[in-house]
């Protein structure tokens, strides 16, 4: 079933535990399937969707720091992976000139050469097991509270997160702080997802603004990685010179874009936005 609420699911608690065992499902087939690194993302997705998820119900789930921390290192079992093949996409999309190509030569050696992660497969098998464990557990998740009681101080927490990090962004920007922001937008673009079947029409549009802004800020940070291990692994060179400068003037560009959306998308205060869709999550459950 789809990655969101249904009617049909008679409490929160019941649509937790299907959506979850869902999630879970489809990561643990993935892992065992054969090793493929462009299964990797699909694989981190289904982490994401299900840490995103427990976000939501966090206040009222007493189970969250277990089950999100064996999550968490689910997920890092392949990160170096993933990292991997994600600078190498980040340098296809920086072809931007003649210096550009031989700069994404040399750093594509260099990202070969230094970039030695541990066997896939194996990696793979501990994925599959940490995913295996957690969906056992499932079925034994309960909540403190149902309805939209059971959603309200996550969304609100995770909207008040996003505006907060907002306003420290206007007074100075570092990768690093960009990165945890982009944190708390993705997880309340997972909360959105799950929540637009109350009214499609108003959260559509929002929970595509929110990915876009994700996006945005996700290449954003790929660039900042790749500049990094550049720095650290390919010396001072007049290639990777021009290289860091490609990616430093693709990042400015995308400061001004994300501020741009951001400063409309976290315009209403945690409370009203809570407020409104705690009517629509009533109008619908009738």
């Given amino acids: 079933m789809p990655y ?49 998820l427990l976000q939501l119900v966090r206040p009222q789930f007493r189970g969250f720091a277990v089950e999100n921390a064996a999550l968490r290192d689910a997920a890092r079992m392949i990160a170096i992976h ?16 003649p210096a550009g190509n031989s700069a994404i030569r040399l750093a594509d050696h260099v990202i070969t050469a230094e970039i030695a992660p541990p066997d896939l497969k194996l990696a793979l098998d501990e994925f599959a097991r940490t995913c295996a464990a957690v969906r056992g557990r499932v079925a034994r998740w309960t909540l403190d509270a149902d309805g939209f009681d059971a959603l309200q101080d996550g969304l609100q927490q995770t909207w008040s997160d996003c505006r907060k990090a907002l306003k420290k962004q206007r007074k100075g920007c570092d990768d690093a702080s960009l990165h945890r922001w982009r944190r708390s937008i993705k997880t309340h673009w997972y909360h959105a997802q799950l929540l637009e079947p109350i009214w499609p029409e108003m959260i559509a549009p929002h929970f595509a603004a929110t990915g876009a802004l994700g996006e945005m800020l996700g290449d954003h940070h790929d660039l900042a990685v790749l500049r990094a291990h550049l720095a650290g692994a390919g010396g001072k060179t007049a290639k990777t010179r021009t290289l860091d400068r490609l990616c430093a003037k693709r990042q400015r560009r995308a400061e001004r874009q994300i501020f741009a959306l951001a400063e409309r998308l976290f315009a209403e205060p945690p409370k009203s936005l809570t407020a409104r869709w705690r009517h629509w999550w009533q109008l619908w459950r009738r």
């Fill in 4 to 52: 969101c609420f249904d009617r049909r699911d008679k409490t929160v608690a019941d649509a937790l535990r299907r959506i979850a065992e869902t999630q879970l499902n489809q990561a643990f087939r993935l892992a065992q399937a054969a090793p493929d690194p462009n299964q990797l993302h699909s694989l981190r997705k289904c982490i994401k969707k299900t840490r995103g």
């Fill in 82 to 97: 993933r990292d991997a093949e994600v600078m190498r996409a980040t340098l296809e999309s920086l072809v931007l000139s």
